[in-house]
Nanobody, 117 residues
Framework: QVQLQESGPGLVKPSQTLSLTCTVSGGSITTSGYYWNWIRQPPGKGLEWMGAIAYDGSIYYRPSLKSRTSISRDTSKNQLSLQLSSVTPEDTAIYVC?????????WGQGTQVTVSS
């Protein structure tokens, strides 16, 4: 059973860069067929897909966030990373990583990030 755990600062100042890590256990992030996603949910709004990194290292971004988003991975640590630059209070959200594999979806528990001075 794949398990995902997000970690990172809960409070980020405006204009700074938000950095989060998703640690994966129970499976390798390089296993063929897996797609690892970053998703967020602002307060009172729906889920927003931010981007993904595939098992082969291919990276995909939401077009509207592409200029501010960077997704990477550390295969030695079995971790994914998300960086979102130039944050504003509108980036306040619960940030979640998940994995798609065939018909299965695995979710992390999410982490609250607040952008405030």
């Amino acid at each position: 059973q794949v398990q995902l755990q997000e970690s990172g600062p809960g409070l980020v100042k405006p204009s700074q860069t938000l950095s989060l890590t998703c640690t994966v256990s129970g499976g390798s992030i390089t296993t063929s067929g897996y797609y690892w996603n970053w998703i967020r949910q602002p307060p009172g709004k729906g889920l927003e897909w931010m981007g993904a990194i595939a098992y082969d290292g291919s990276i995909y971004y939401r077009p509207s966030l592409k200029s501010r988003t960077s997704i990477s991975r550390d295969t030695s640590k079995n971790q994914l990373s998300l960086q979102l630059s130039s944050v504003t209070p509108e980036d306040t959200a619960i940030y979640v990583c998940n994995a798609f594999y065939s018909l299965h979806v695995y979710w992390g528990q999410g982490t609250q990030v607040t952008v405030s001075s």
